[in-house]
């Protein structure tokens, strides 16, 4: 054999173990590039920082106005309902007062209604009843129209209001009494049927109640 043939087939390979390649150029480049993006996605802009922030404070305050409203709807609801019990309390003493019996009367109520049969004005049994119901201070009174102060200065949720009863006969039913009650916020230069309650700074009416009905004396079923 050829010594030099031999000596190459026992001499070992060359270059054996792992093959190290260097990235080339373009992508060194290519991550280069990925840098930027990646240190974008880290976290928020001032931007949309602030818009964020924007759009929670406009759901907040939508949220606070939304409970305003709510509340206040509610207090003038609660207001009213306690005015229009206000009111039915005095229709049930009024029409207690009417439905009594002319035998049940005193005797000097009997001679108050038959001096009245058949009067008309405030002369007739409807004045005549309307004088018979609890007031404060002195009546109004205008032709066959009575306004009577049933009770002032009562308390609906921190405002004063005041109760009023306007009471009128019929010219062709004397013995007919016509209520019509309102309730409204206090006013100590008002001596009329509430409806000269102005509110100083709105100038609307401040009237939250208000109720009619009418009332025929039991007792006048004993004129012939």
Known sequence: MNPKLKLLLLSPPRNRGFIYSQPSRLENQS???SLPLESQNNGFTMMEVLVAILVSFAFLMGTLQAMTIS????????????AKFWIQDDIALVSSIAGTEFDDLTTAEQT???SRCGNTGNNGIGAYLTSTLPQIGTPTITANRTVQIVEDGKEIFNKQYRLVRITEVPTNQPEMLQITYRVGVRDDTDTDDGLANIDPDTGKNSVIAENYTEFI????LSCP
């Open 112 to 114: 108050a209604y038959e």
């Open 71 to 82: 509340a206040y709807f509610q207090v003038k609801s609660e207001r009213q309902a306690r």
């Open 217 to 220: 004396p039991l007792a006048s």
């Open 31 to 33: 991550e280069e590039r």
